[in-house]
């Protein structure tokens, strides 16, 4: 079994935007203190998701598919929440809140057929505007 | 209110060895079609974390966590401590080509020492550990708030 990983920051400037990402160097520092520098790369990636809102309104479920490459490329892989997503308490920045989720990956299309695996995701969202951050990682395994 | 950020990746020999990192730099591709690929270069600095976790009684494969994680530097200790935010999960099978099986857990940041005094923030884990001998790989992101 092939195992890949990535970490790839996903943003989205108002709903209704795609939520997109590129390539990216990121940068985690540990001297005087700790700094994390993200530098964008070549290639792009992107992802759509439907929420479903729970009795409690600081959680929520989702389904949805990532793409690597442009817009309608053929490389995909769907995915679930496992339990539930948390939305929680306001961001550094205003009107910005702190959330996460954990999804597993359904499967998925062209180079990630059959994959399985699981995405972590560790965000900042505006629930007003809709202008998220979405710091994720990776774990995909494919059959060899 | 200000925010940190680290991505670090931990790892153990096996169950009796320590968790640790080194500053990082992680660079994840993608190729023209599609293609993924991430490395990872070990750099200065380092960081450890130490947890316990209790396996759910209705599913082994669910537990909760506890612990701290520590950043070496001076005037230390630089620690934040964390607990499982809902459950952690462990998702057999292994990996048959690595003996590794993933998981994956969230943990909320409930108070920090040194460089983190006063800390809040979110963790995310996104793991693979030997459940013969305990080696792990554990990648982390933390988004950590800081008072001023």
Known sequence: MRQLTYMLRFTRAATGDSIVATGQTTTTVIADGVSTTIQPGPGEASYVTTLTPDDDPSRFTEVGTITFGPAGAPDTLGFRTLGYGHLLGAGADPGMRQGMVLWAITGGSGKFDCAGGLVTSSFVVNPATGELRNDQTGTILLPD | ?148
């Not at chain 2, 991505?7 to 079609?33: E, K, M, N, Y």
């Not at chain 2, 974390?49 to 209790?54: P, R």
């Open chain 2, 1 to 148: 209110v200000r925010e940190v950020q680290y991505a670090l990746r931990f790892t153990r020999a096996d169950g009796s060895s320590p968790t640790l990192a080194t500053g990082q730099v992680t660079t994840t591709t993608i190729g023209a079609g599609g293609e993924l690929s991430t490395t990872y270069e070990q750099i200065d600095g380092r960081a450890s974390y130490e947890s316990s976790y209790e396996q759910s009684p209705d599913d082994p494969n669910l537990f909760i966590e506890s612990g701290t994680v520590t950043f070496d530097g001076a005037g230390g200790p630089h620690t934040l401590t964390f607990k499982t935010l809902g459950w952690g999960y462990l998702m057999p099978p292994e990996n048959p080509t690595t003996g590794m099986t993933p998981g994956v857990v969230m943990w909320t940041v409930d108070g920090g020492t040194g460089w983190f005094e006063g800390a809040t923030g979110t963790i995310t884990s996104n793991f693979r550990v030997n459940l013969g001998n305990e080696a792990l790989e554990d990648d982390h992101v933390g988004t950590i708030l800081l008072p001023g």
